[in-house]
């Protein structure tokens, strides 16, 4: 399936559409915000602005690929954050969103993230997506739970932000019905 570059979601509040090399910056502010990153698996803290320009980068190839589509988020034109579905295989893709700290508390990552589960189910037709969080955000439970996910495993994971293992809770949203 071919999904434009200039695909946009839009919820009641925010406009989601995705990364341009220009969010760099932005990207980079919110991700040193050690209370965001830490609760994130992948990037490294502090982060590093060449190293998140270089991630921007591949969006366009994941993209293309049908690999991952990750959407910046928008609310007033300014770019707050980030939800997207990743690992895509096999009709499966996980779902992962983060969010600047002065947005927190007014359910925009709910928005965002209800958002990019329609896409993934509904336009891109995955019949399963799987998503965790670290046992110390329960906020981002709270999210899953309502968008139909079920807890099915806790498991140590690395977390590179930390330097340490944190347990992580993990889900899964079954299209078909569990
Ligand atoms: C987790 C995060 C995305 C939540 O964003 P948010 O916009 O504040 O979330 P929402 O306002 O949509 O609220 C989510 C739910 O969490 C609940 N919540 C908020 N803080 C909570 C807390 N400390 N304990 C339990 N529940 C909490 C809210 O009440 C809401 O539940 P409800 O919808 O049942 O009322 C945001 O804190 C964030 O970006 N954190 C850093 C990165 C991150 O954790 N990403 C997710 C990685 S798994």
Do not use: K
Request: charged share 25%.
């Amino acid at each position: 399936m071919s999904i434009l570059p200039d695909l946009t979601l839009r919820t009641p509040r925010l406009l989601l559409r995705a990364f341009t090399p220009q969010d760099a910056l932005r990207v980079f502010e919110i991700r040193s915000d050690f209370e965001v990153t830490r609760m994130l698996v992948f990037p490294a803290y502090p982060p590093v602005l060449e190293h998140v320009a270089a991630w921007l980068r591949e969006h366009a190839i994941e993209w293309r690929a049908g690999t991952a589509y990750r959407f910046a988020v928008v609310a007033d034109g300014r770019v707050i954050g980030c939800a997207d579905v990743d690992e895509i295989q096999d009709g499966c893709g996980e779902l992962g969103y983060w969010l600047e700290r002065d947005y927190w508390g007014r359910g925009l990552a709910s928005e965002a993230a209800g958002a990019v589960h329609d896409f993934a189910t509904s336009t891109l037709g995955l019949r399963r997506l799987v998503a965790g969080h670290a046992a110390d955000n329960p906020a981002s439970g709270r999210i899953l739970l309502r968008l139909g996910f079920r807890h099915v495993a806790d498991r140590s994971r690395l977390y590179r932000s930390r330097g340490a293992e944190v347990v992580r809770r993990e889900y899964v949203f079954d299209a078909d019905g569990p």
